[in-house]
Every structure is written in C-alpha cells, then in structure tokens.
C-alpha cells in the first residue's frame, strides 16, 4: 500500500489509519487535513514530506513524517507508514496526588515520553523520595513493600530488580544508568506503586465512607417503617 501526491495535487490514499490518538486516547482514524503539493515537492525533492492530520475524534492536530517512495511524472509515491511526531502521553489519575508528588512525577512520565530514560530514573528516585518526606515515618516501609509486591507480582530477573531498586530507593549519589527495556519495566513499577500509595487508598477510603453513608440511611428508613407498621397495629 502506497499514498499518492497526484499532479493536480489530489491526496490518494488507499487505507485509512487508525491509530490511538495522543490527546484524546481514542483509536480513530487519522483523516488528512494539510498535504504537500506536487509542485513544491517535485521543486524540492526531498526525501521525507510531513503531512498533517486531524484526529476524527477530537479533532485536535496529528504530525506525521513520510518517506518518499518515488518520484514520476505524473504522482509521487510515499510509503504508508505514518511516523508520527507527537507521542502519547503517559495517563495517570494526577489529581489524586499531593502537590509536590504530582509536581515530580509530572516531570518523570514526560522524561519517559521524550524517550529520555536516565533522566526518567532520576526524576522516578526524587518521586519516591517526595513522598517519603509527604507520608512521614512509616512510608519507607510501604514503598519497599510496594516494590516488592511489583517484583513478585511481575516476575522479574534479578539483575533487572536489582538495578531498579537502586533507581528507587539508592542512597548515595550514584545512579545506575538504565536501558530502554528497564525504563520499560519501570514505567510500569513505578505507576503501579504511585497508585497503590496515593490512588487506591483514596479511593477506597471514599467507597467505604459511601456505602457506611447508604447503609445507614436504609437502615433508619426500615426502621421508619416498621415504626409506622406497629402505630397501624396499634391503633
Ligand atoms: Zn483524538
């Protein structure tokens, strides 16, 4: 399958992509809304063209980068592959977080999307260490529990625990330097263990408190009732 640049600059494209959009998270089609003319492109020749497209379900703006495949008379042939320039972004539920912890970790899964993966250890260590200073005296127990709780849970090789847990919870100032397949693993450990930390507790805390609140209003209703039921009776 190719894309074609015809020479009265109409777009060919024979398959539309759909793929998961950066900004909403929907898989939706990749509609194309700025392409190269066939004049310009013939001028210049380059070997790759960007075209623009819109997310059919948001609508908000998608860059891509397409190599050119050859260059005829009558069209100009470019792969299908779209190479999209924007990637998306690590979710997580932020509000959730104190505000010092949402600040850093911010910063952590945006290293992690620019691909910059040392720079993502770092900020991973100064997420664990702003919230020890948060959660006070017990909270470097359950962050170690927490880690290992991922290590069991995920099955992992030793050499790779050994270097995320000296990520994590390292005390001097050295930092193992990391490769793409353990920022991979970390990414995960480290929003399993903010979420069990903050996200879980919260929001079980909030459960409970609603279902005490409902089960007390039944029971004062019932109550009520029966109440009624016995004046009837005795009236
Ligand atoms: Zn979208």
Redo the contacts with the bound molecule.
Sequence with gaps: MSIFIHQDNRFEQSEITSRE?P??G?H?QLLPVATPSFEALNGYRPRHVGIGFR?A??A?PRFTRVAVRAYEDSHIELSSNLVEIERGRERFQFSYLPPAVERIFREALQCYTAGCHNAFASMCRRTVQTSLADMGANAKLRWHDLFREVVAIGDLDDSVVRTLESVLFGTDDAMPEIQAGEAAVLIEAIKDMVYQCYIRTAKLRAALKMRRYFAEEQANKITSIDRRAVRAESA
Excluded: F, G, N, V
Aim: with cysteine; net charge negative; hydrophobic share 35%.
């Design positions: 959009c900004h909403c929907a939706a997310c379900a948001c908000e």
